[in-house]
């Protein structure tokens, strides 16, 4: 099996402690997470994990498993790029004089969908919304110009198939859930969704 | 993520509390009043100046509580642990912070790994100490984590009782394992409104039990009603599951000859008519080989350890898998499962039961039997009637059986011993054979035997333990002199590392780097305890000897000297399939 781009996606209570032991699950077993981002859900309440790993199918359903042991994870799904929609942020800090002289801003912001969000006398800062290729095109182009500082997000991202987690929500309140809440309905049947 | 420390209610369908008297109480005293709401009786654990509150508020239970003071916070999580595995309750250990929790890490990953239910209750810090590097402040929470099915910190009183709910809850619920609950100490001292405590068994992210699907199981007993070589290998999973009935009637129904992990011994009686023996490196011959030649493997409540797999690679590649576990994670770990059964076992045996065709496989049957002959004549005849005046560790656990009649808790550490008795033990009754499994930890034996004594006093334990496994936790010995469990303690004294030195002896050469161990005269150190004892080196003493430990009302210990390199056999040398597992040392 070939190791490629898996987004995993990890509804859960929101707790102290947490984080560590969903990120103690990936470095046991020297697993590098390339993003992880944090942030509410859909759900008032409940959490959410974005976490972009490069592995093979197997071993990302393996993880997903362990991830949803933890008692405080109501549910992990994992997708590929194509199964998502997913944005990065990064942001540029330049020197202002340089790129003022030098560069075509205009054309920057065109091209490239930056924004200028801070113009001083002595830096701008660029931001750029995108997938990773677009984020690092343009770090090819201020290179040349003296980039002070580079920094991008972690990656957020919508599942193509999804019907958000307010429905099964209500399944997991109750003591005697449906089928989705316990496992996964896909077990051994290729599926595009993967749940647990 | 936010910082706010919040327990989750649970489901809404939770009738709501009777009104109840609210007073005001300390949140010690709402931790002993949890312990009792949840059947605790016993206690094992040590004092310390974060837990001091909780132990002064003891002082007033101790009639209701009973405490065990152990020599070392070792100890008591190992007696709690032998205490659950002999009850399937919950052992519960209480510990101070810094050094006093740190010596429950060995322990907590022990019950993690064979799913043990404990409830750990430490001390901590005051909360406006915390990260400030204070006195006995270790970071509990973060250093457990990976070895706790859950963990958590109260730095509120009022947090307590729902926080404890949770903890038993968790601990024995679904696949069972040890839980911690890091208390600091002002939450210890403070008093908050007490409305009663209400048991927690709901948890709206949690799922101990998934589903079982009906499709699954029907087309788990189709496999097997086509099957002409079935074979079922059971763990702990029929034991934790309270499921031994359920199990039997499965595999008698459907004829189906059966091999127990060394978790799942004595599930079902070990001279059951179907009973094959015990898997993996050191279990039976005929188990071994033949999964390698079995049409279908029926995993039940069992986990794939590689101890049990040897090389993946050349595991059961025959054979359509079914595998029933409650834990989903554990399907397709190791082992790719044909069928997957979900859920536990207690329901999905006496379902597949249901659907599975009254069977015998005579001729099946037979081949074990017929590798059981080769290893009786290879192995087990000369351990268990050894032609030279040296006493071999086997021919102990034979006159043992003899007395016991299968009914004592036999309890064991690591090593050859370990493997010795495993083999030979005879057990009549279920949650009989305690051992360290999955993380083989040495040292386990005495404080776990000790807890076992508490869990059923109702029948005798014995700890069989090496000389060197002894050394690691002897001072349990002023445990068993204060709090006189009745503990029948067997040191198969090798004079080596045993285990140690067996695989220095296969697979170094024989360069034996410091596996030579010397001892203190146990039975003057067991005197120094007030605990009676002998030592035996001869073949006449060993059946008197054996009758007079089981005679004496208290505890005992009693040592005998076996053969220095005695080895233990079959092997499945590691790295190497179940099948080409080695009767002797030529072979290896
Ligand atoms: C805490 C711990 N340290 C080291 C080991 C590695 N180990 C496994 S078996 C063994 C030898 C045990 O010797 P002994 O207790 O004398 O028992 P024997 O094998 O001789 O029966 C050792 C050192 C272990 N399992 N646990």
Redo the contacts between chains.
């Keep these: 099996m070939l190791k490629q781009e898996y987004t995993i996606t990890v509804y859960t209570e929101n707790q102290i402690g947490l984080l560590n032991r969903i990120a103690i699950i990936f470095s046991r077993r020297k697993i590098n997470i390339e993003s992880l981002n944090t942030s509410p859900s859909e759900v008032d309440s409940v959490h959410r994990f974005t976490i972009v790993i490069n592995e093979t199918e197997e071993v990302v359903r393996k993880l997903c498993r362990q991830i949803e042991k933890q008692v405080e994870v109501l549910k992990a799904y994992y997708n590929t790029l194509d199964e998502i929609v997913w944005q990065e942020l990064a942001l540029y800090k330049v020197p202002t004089d340089i790129i003022a002289e030098e560069v075509k801003v205009e054309r920057l912001l065109r091209e490239y969908g930056a924004k200028a969000i801070v113009i001083r006398k002595d830096y701008t800062v660029f931001e750029v919304t995108g997938h990773r290729e677009e984020t690092d095109n343009l770090i090819k182009v201020l290179e040349p110009y003296g980039l002070i500082e580079f920094v991008r997000s972690a990656r957020v991202a919508i599942i193509k198939d999804s019907d958000g987690f307010h429905e099964k929500l209500k399944e997991f309140e109750y003591r005697e859930p449906g089928e989705d809440a316990s496992e996964n309905e896909y077990l051994n049947e290729n599926e595009k969704v993967f749940s647990m | ?6 327990i ?1 209610t649970p ?3 939770h009738p709501a509390t009777p009104a109840k008297e609210v007073r005001e109480v300390s949140g010690s005293v709402a931790v002993l009043e949890a312990l009792l709401a949840e059947g605790v009786e016993t206690i094992f654990g040590y004092p310390g100046g974060a837990i001091m509150p909780i132990y002064d508020a003891l002082y007033d239970y101790r009639e209701k509580l009973n405490h065990i003071l152990v020599r070392h916070e070792q100890g008591a999580i190992h007696a709690a642990q032998g205490f659950a595995r002999v009850s399937r309750n919950v052992g519960v250990v209480f510990a101070t912070s810094g050094p006093g929790a740190t010596n429950l890490v060995t322990g907590l990953a022990d019950a993690m790994i064979d799913s043990t239910p404990l409830v750990c209750v430490t001390g901590q810090v005051f909360a406006h100490l915390l990260g400030t590097d204070a006195f006995q402040e270790t970071d509990v ?2 250093i457990t ?2 070895i706790t ?5 109260v730095t509120d009183a009022s947090e307590i009782p729902s926080v404890l709910a949770k903890a038993f809850y ?1 601990a024995r619920s679904g696949r069972p394992g040890p839980v911690v609950i890091d208390i600091t100490k002002n939450a210890q001292i403070q008093k908050f409104s007490y409305a009663g405590y209400q048991k927690c ?7 101990p ?3 079982v ?1 009906k499709k699954y199981v029907e087309e788990a007993a189709k496999l097997i009603n086509e099957a002409e070589r079935p074979f079922v290998i059971f763990g702990q999973g029929v034991i934790l599951g309270n499921a031994e009935v359920e199990f039997r009637k499965f595999i008698e129904k459907a004829g189906i000859p059966s091999a127990w992990t060394i978790m799942g011994m004595s599930a079902i009686p070990t001279d059951h008519p179907l009973g094959v023996g015990m898997l993996g490196m050191h279990g039976n011959y005929g188990p071994n080989v033949l999964t390698n030649e079995c049409d279908v493997l029926i995993a039940v409540g069992m986990r794939f350890d590689d101890r049990v797999t040897g090389r993946l690679d050349k595991y059961a590649k025959q054979a359509k898998v079914i595998h029933l576990d409650i ?3 554990e ?3 190791n082992v790719k499962a044909t069928v ?1 059964v ?1 859920g536990d076992c207690k329901e999905t045996l006496p379902m597949l039961t249901a659907l599975v065709e009254q069977k015998l496989y005579p001729q099946w049957i037979q081949r074990f039997r017929d590798f059981q002959q080769k290893e009786e004549d290879q192995v087990i005849h000369e351990e268990l009637n050894p032609s030279t005046d040296i006493l071999t560790m086997g021919e102990v656990i034979k006159e043992l059986n003899a007395l016991t009649n299968g009914d004592a808790i036999v309890v064991t550490d690591v090593g050859q011993h370990q493997m010795v008795a495993c083999r030979y033990a005879k057990f009549n009754q279920s949650k009989s054979n305690v051992t360290s499994g999955g993380l083989g930890t040495m040292g386990y034996a005495l404080p776990a035997a000790i807890g076992a004594a508490f869990g059923d006093p109702s029948r005798p334990t014995v700890a069989i333990i090496g000389d060197g496994g002894f050394q690691m936790t002897l001072q349990e010995l002023g445990t068993i002199m204060q709090f006189k469990p009745h503990v029948k303690i067997i040191i198969l004294n090798n004079q080596f590392l045993g285990m140690v030195r067996q695989w220095q002896q296969l697979f170094h050469e024989k360069r034996y780097s410091f596996v030579d161990i010397t001892s203190p005269d146990f039975v003057q150190v067991a005197k120094g305890f007030g605990i009676p004892g002998k030592s035996i080196s001869k073949r006449e003493d060993l059946k008197p000897t054996l009758a007079a430990m089981l005679n004496e009302p208290g505890s005992f210990l009693l040592e005998v000297m076996v053969g220095k390199e005695n080895n233990v056999f079959p092997m499945v040398p590691q790295g190497r399939g179940v099948a080409e597992i080695v009767l002797c040392r030529e072979d290896v």
């Design positions: 993520m936010d910082t706010v420390q919040e989750k489901g809404k369908e929470i973060n984590t990976p099915k859950w963990n958590y910190q968790i068994d709901h948890i709206r992210s949690y799922r039990k998934p589903i699907r834990d989903p994670s399907i397709d770990k997957p979900w």
